[in-house]
């Protein structure tokens, strides 16, 4: 049992940079949460706050009950895979594998054992007598991926590992840690800035921005209920359409139309509307907001195209994403608003709305 517990971190480096700001997460035996965020925004001083590798301002870190706050890096039996590999240049792979084994005097029989496991999973053997400078990128970080897993750690600790990688191994390798931490009973911290990163492979994703916590939830959650206007923005490609407008008794006004509000207490005299390109159709639908509008622009997707389309009576732009076999007639076209699909958010602070 390792449950990794933060309460209330903090980490100032000066008065002015605080790039961890009270932040509480739990991760249970086995769960895979991803800090999600961009980049400054905090990632990587939590995930070495949890390593031990620096020292919280306020707060406290808990791993299998015990306060570890104050535990050296080494003592905390964590294993941290890092994106620029660390590997020994001068050792073989088999060596670069079972360096930490060796050092905690563990017979030889037993890691060659290890070793095959893990290098079998990660289809190194035929590599075992290679130095890192004779291997490829995705080879080395998996060199460096069968470290971390070898040595049986408590919690996994990761900082964009696949980043050095090009799109392809990314995808292959990425497939390779999903089906390898599935099977580890263990708390993961994965860091990445890669949105489609954090929704393939997290159990949880926590969402970072300016050092806060904004949301933390499913990546299935995230995705359909943000928790505020950073967070629907940043998740999801093309980005959510998110455009302010103003308040009329229950609606809101965009352009010539207007769109029924959830309920309130007290109305807003402005909102923001939120609504992905995937969630707005060509055309009228009965369960849409049905509006017209310019369409001015068509970007080719290849399955799919983006059509910019400006609102009739408005100058905002909407981006509505269709398969790539859909036709429409000239450019005044009529789309509709998938009205289950809206999201709505305060102007002022961000929240969502209901
Ligand atoms: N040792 C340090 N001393 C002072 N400031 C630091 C230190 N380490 C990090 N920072 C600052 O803290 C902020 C957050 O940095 P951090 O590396 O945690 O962000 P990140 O989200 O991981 O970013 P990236 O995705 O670019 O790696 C940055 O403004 C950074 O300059």
Redesign the pocket.
């Known amino acids: 049992m390792a449950k990794l517990e933060l309460q209330n971190l903090r ?1 100032q ?2 008065p002015s ?4 700001k009270d932040i509480t997460i739990e991760v249970e035996d086995g769960e895979f949460l991803t ?1 999600l ?12 706050l949890i390593a031990g590798l ?1 020292q919280p301002t306020q707060g406290k870190v808990t791993i299998g009950g015990k306060n570890v706050t104050s535990v050296p890096p080494g003592k905390r039996n964590i294993s941290m895979v890092f994106q620029s590999y660390a590997l020994y240049p001068h050792m073989t792979v088999f060596e670069n594998i079972s360096a930490a084994l060796k050092l905690r005097k563990i017979p030889r029989e037993e890691i060659e054992k290890r070793v095959n496991d893990v290098t079998q999973k990660l289809g190194l053997e035929h590599l075992l007598t290679r130095k890192p400078g004779q291997l490829s990128g995705g080879q080395r970080q998996r060199v460096a991926l069968a470290r971390s897993l070898v040595r049986d750690p408590d919690i996994f600790l990761l ?2 590992p696949l980043s050095n990688l090009d799109a392809l191994l990314r995808e292959q390798v990425r497939a390779d840690l999903k089906q390898l931490f599935e099977t580890q009973n263990k708390p993961v911290v994965y ?3 890669d949105q489609i990163e954090a929704m393939t492979l997290s159990d949880k994703i926590a969402v ?1 921005c300016d ?1 806060y916590l904004q949301q933390l939830a499913s990546p299935h959650e995230i995705y359909t209920a943000p928790a505020n206007k950073f967070v629907a923005g940043f998740v999801g490609s093309p980005q959510m359409n998110l455009i302010t407008l103003d308040c009329q008794g229950n609606h809101a006004v965009l352009g010539d139309y207007k769109i029924f509000l959830p309920q309130l207490k007290t109305q807003p005299h402005q909102v923001i509307l939120g609504i992905r390109p995937e969630d707005i159709s060509l055309g009228d639908i009965e369960t849409g907001e049905t509006i017209a509008g310019h369409l001015f622009l068509v970007e080719d997707f290849g399955k799919e195209k983006l059509l910019s389309v400006r609102v009739n009576g408005s100058d905002q732009t909407l981006r509505v994403m269709v398969p790539a076999d859909r036709t429409w007639e000239g450019e005044m076209i009529t789309i509709s608003l998938i009205k289950k699909q809206l999201h709505w958010f305060y102007v002022e602070t961000g929240d969502r709305l209901n």
């Open positions: 980490k480096f000066a940079v605080v790039p961890v800090l965020g961009p980049s400054g925004c905090g990632k990587s001083t939590l995930l070495r620096e900082d964009e860091v990445t800035h970072l050092g």
